[in-house]
């Protein structure tokens, strides 16, 4: 970390906004000055402006019981009538809404009247399969068309998505199911990744017949699957449907009803610092106005002429806020791709970029490495002048990946804008605003106008300049998660108890405040690690590892890598009673499928060693700094806290 803070100082590049640019710029830097004034009356004013709401709200912020913010809460609205009907009725509806492209190249233009046709049906399908206001719906399904048909579907119905991310296990599929008491599941047979159909019904009814001694998932209603893999599938009748069958017999007339702005929309899973991933709540109207706000004026959208492409899936954040319900709310054209940006060839996502003319495009720092590392002659050998602004999110992106950003892919021209923020906080909170911001490469820079941050110490007072601390908002924001499904303590302790005596949302990250007062993200300062723009809990990869026969103790830390930010290292003790069964068997490759299959493969540890001690402290408690020293190849640190200083040695040698 030393190193990266040394470096993030050395950085001086700067580029201000072209005249050309800033004169055209959605965002202006009015502002800032407007949210300053009166930051309650300016979220007010966008949601009122953005939005359509069928009864007005009176009510801004009603934070009479925190950390359970109310936003707008008298008002009402239908969010997916927000994203789709209200376009066609003022004339757009021929506008493409979804250009999606097929991993072996079929694809398909989407007008917001044919969405809004295909939406209406599926959520009278929905209603029809006995799915009603505030029930959970499971949708387990890879990037096509029907991904953000039933993610609308559901919100129309006042239904609460919980979208899985279909790289993620049975196992983790069935324990988000029963957290969320799912009623529904929707589902492809399969979809394309790299060349072939990776199977998802299979995993679908794994997960449903698991029995961890608590019976197999009993909420499960029916299972809804489209058709898209055309690999051969189980089926269970009564509970399993076609999509393709169901569909064709229903009306694609639906009235969407109004719904108050807290109304839950969705349910996102991500990991914290247990082993239990945490169902993070979003509600309705913040959310919304939010996702729309940032959606405009951080990628400068001008809907009548742009096409937008942000490569996220919808199983993230960034697939809810910025595929589905920012850019549809604002009415853009945007392209979503099935596929692996390699396949069939490494330059497949700017032959998309070429063959849409993608004039925004959002992509993950571990993404812009990784076709670094391949070579500039693959992008060059693309048309990518379509493009006019570039956004990165996910992790922090170093000041040579930004850079070779905008000279290879945006020709030179092209702001960044580097945007922090998290599931937690629902949409944007800090970035540049393109034709306002003067840019400094590898800087999130400054918060979004209407939102409060700063760095803080462990005391938590504002840092002094150019010194790191723990990043915090200080005031509630419109799209703010509302708690944890089920588990309103865990919200409140995880979020809030750190600087509980000022009120601040503690966001689990480092950074520093520059010269200027600009911000420079440094890393999660908890257990969660970051890998490829994709959290993940050490805890969580440690109960997946002792869950194994072999395993008598584990420990894991995420350690940097040059692509994908950090990656998973695991240090395991085996059992002595498993001993020479061990010895047998490769042990480190068995472990790490092992967790690949448990939790899914973003999770397969890089490296696995086997040690025969950890390093704790007289307390018992791992110190993961130094297995990440040596996970790293560094000097180990300071011992002098462990019960038995001579441990950090013998795994060293066991490990180089
Ligand atoms: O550590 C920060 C990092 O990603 C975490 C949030 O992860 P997740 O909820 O999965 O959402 C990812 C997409 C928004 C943060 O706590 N992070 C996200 N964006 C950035 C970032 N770190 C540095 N710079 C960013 N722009």
Request: proline share 6%; charged share 25%; glycine share 10%.
């Amino acid at each position: 970390m030393a190193d990266t803070i040394d470096n993030l100082l050395h950085e001086t590049r700067r580029f201000p906004p072209s005249e050309e640019f800033a004169a055209n710029a959605v965002a202006k830097a009015d502002l800032y000055e407007r949210a300053r004034a009166d930051r309650l009356g300016f979220w007010a004013e966008q949601a009122r402006e953005l939005l359509h709401w069928s009864t007005p709200f009176t009510t801004t912020l009603d934070w009479s019981n925190p950390p359970f913010a109310k936003w707008f809460a008298d008002g009402e609205l239908n969010v997916a009538y927000n994203c789709l009907d209200r376009h066609v009725l003022a004339g757009n509806g021929d506008r493409v809404a979804l250009y999606w492209e097929g991993e072996p190249g079929d694809s398909r233009a989407i007008t917001y009247a044919e969405l809004t046709s295909e939406v209406k049906k599926a959520a009278n399908l929905l209603t029809a399969l006995g799915v009603g206001e505030g029930d959970r719906v499971a949708i387990y399904l890879p990037m096509i068309p029907e991904a953000i048909i039933s993610m609308l579907a559901v919100a129309r119905i006042g239904a609460v998505h919980s979208v899985v991310f279909g790289g993620f296990s049975a196992e983790s599929l069935r324990a988000r199911i029963d957290d969320a008491n799912a009623k529904l599941v929707i589902t492809a047979d399969g979809g394309w990744r790299k060349g072939k159909v990776s199977p998802l019904k299979p995993a679908v009814d794994e997960a449903l017949a698991l029995d961890h001694g608590d019976g197999p998932a009993d909420s499960v209603e029916h299972v809804l699957v489209v058709k898209r893999g055309d690999n051969d599938i189980d089926w269970v009748d009564g509970r399993d449907l076609w999509w393709h069958e169901e569909i064709a017999q229903v009306s694609d007339e639906h009235e969407a009803k109004p719904f108050g702005a807290e109304h839950p929309l969705f349910i996102l899973y991500t990991s914290g610092t247990t082993g239990k991933p945490k169902g993070i709540l979003h509600t309705s109207g913040g959310y919304l106005t939010q996702a729309a706000f940032t959606h405009k004026n951080v990628f400068d959208l001008k809907p009548e002429t742009d096409v937008y492409w942000s490569t996220a899936d919808v199983g993230w954040i960034t697939g809810h806020t910025y595929v589905v319900y920012g850019p549809l709310a604002n009415g853009a054209t945007e392209v979503i791709y099935e596929g692996t940006p390699d396949h069939p060839e490494p330059g497949r996502w700017w032959d998309i970029v070429e063959k849409y003319q993608v004039s925004l495009f959002y992509a993950a720092p571990t993404a812009i490495r990784g076709f670094m590392k391949q070579g500039r002659q693959i992008p060059l050998a693309r048309d990518l002048s379509s493009l006019r602004l570039l956004g990165s999110v996910g992790e922090p992106i170093n000041p040579e990946a930004w850079i070779w950003y905008r000279d290879i892919i945006g020709g030179g021209r092209t702001p960044i804008v580097d945007t922090w923020w998290q599931t937690e906080t629902g949409a944007i909170m800090i970035s540049a605003l393109p034709g306002v911001t003067t840019l400094k490469p590898g800087s999130a820079q400054v918060p979004l106008p209407g939102i409060s941050i700063d760095v803080v110490t462990d005391a938590g007072e504002p840092v002094g300049p150019d010194e790191g601390g723990l990043l915090v908002v200080t005031e509630p924001w419109p799209s703010m998660a509302r708690g944890i499904w089920g588990d309103p303590e865990r919200f409140k302790e995880t979020y809030w108890d750190r600087f509980k005596e000022r009120g601040y949302y503690f966001a689990g990250d480092g950074a520093r405040k520059d010269k200027d007062g600009e911000i420079w993200l440094l890393g999660r300062v908890d257990d969660v690690m970051n890998v490829s723009g994709h959290r993940l809990s050490t805890a969580e990869i440690e109960s997946a590892l002792v869950a194994h026969p072999l395993t008598a103790e584990a420990a894991v830390v995420g350690a940097s890598d040059e692509t994908t930010g950090q990656a998973v290292v695991a240090f395991v003790i085996i059992k002595d009673s498993q001993k020479s069964a061990a010895a047998a068997e490769d042990v480190a490759s068995e472990l790490r499928n092992h967790v690949a299959a448990q939790i899914g493969p973003i999770a397969r540890p890089r490296q696995v060693y086997v040690v025969n001690e950890l390093p704790k402290t007289r307390s018992g408690k791992i110190m993961r700094r130094l297995l990440r020293d040596v996970a790293e190849g560094r000097e180990i640190g300071d011992t002098t806290t462990l019960a038995d200083t001579t441990v950090m040695q013998v795994i060293a040698t066991a490990v180089h």
